[in-house]
């Protein structure tokens, strides 16, 4: 979890670099995206999580939430959600421990049509070429 809050702050800093703020993220804003991002992690691999759910989690409104985090990130939750579930496939298919159906069942993402349009999106590349060759 440390990690991604680094990674999310790094983020967070080059966003405000390109909007030309020059200030670091205060301590209850890092606190807000280390709750958030624990959320995310715990409850993403299911299929019916969603902003909803995700908004009674971190005790908010679902407009402060979707309002903080666009402010903090520069995504949506629901964008967010998209990416971790998308790099938490990749990450499973290129190290060879799932198939591509194990790696988007084990994300939460249940409509393989949907998977695959938005991995070419993000990655620039079917499914299939990301696996290692000896799996391919």
């Known amino acids: 979890v440390r990690k991604a809050v680094a990674r999310v702050i790094s983020l967070r800093i080059n966003f405000a670099k ?7 993220p205060r301590a209850d804003e890092a606190a807000f995206m280390a709750t958030f991002i ?5 409850n993403a691999a299911r299929v019916n ?5 995700l908004a009674v989690e971190m005790k908010m409104d679902r ?5 903080r985090l666009v402010l903090l990130t520069g995504c949506t939750p629901g964008e967010y959600i998209k990416l971790w579930r998308l790099n938490q496939a990749m990450l499973a298919i290129t190290s060879g421990r ?3 159906v ?3 069942q084990n994300a939460g993402v249940a409509d393989v049509a949907y998977f695959n349009k938005c991995f070419m999106r993000l990655y620039g590349s079917a499914v299939a ?3 290692p060759a000896s799996i391919a």
């Open 63 to 67: 407009n402060d939430l979707h309002r």
């Open 18 to 24: 390109d909007r030309g703020m020059s200030r670091a």
């Open 102 to 104: 194990q790696a988007m």
């Open 98 to 100: 799932e198939t591509p």
């Open 129 to 131: 070429k990301a696996m």
């Open 49 to 53: 999580f969603g902003i909803e759910e």
């Open 38 to 42: 624990q959320n995310v992690e715990v």
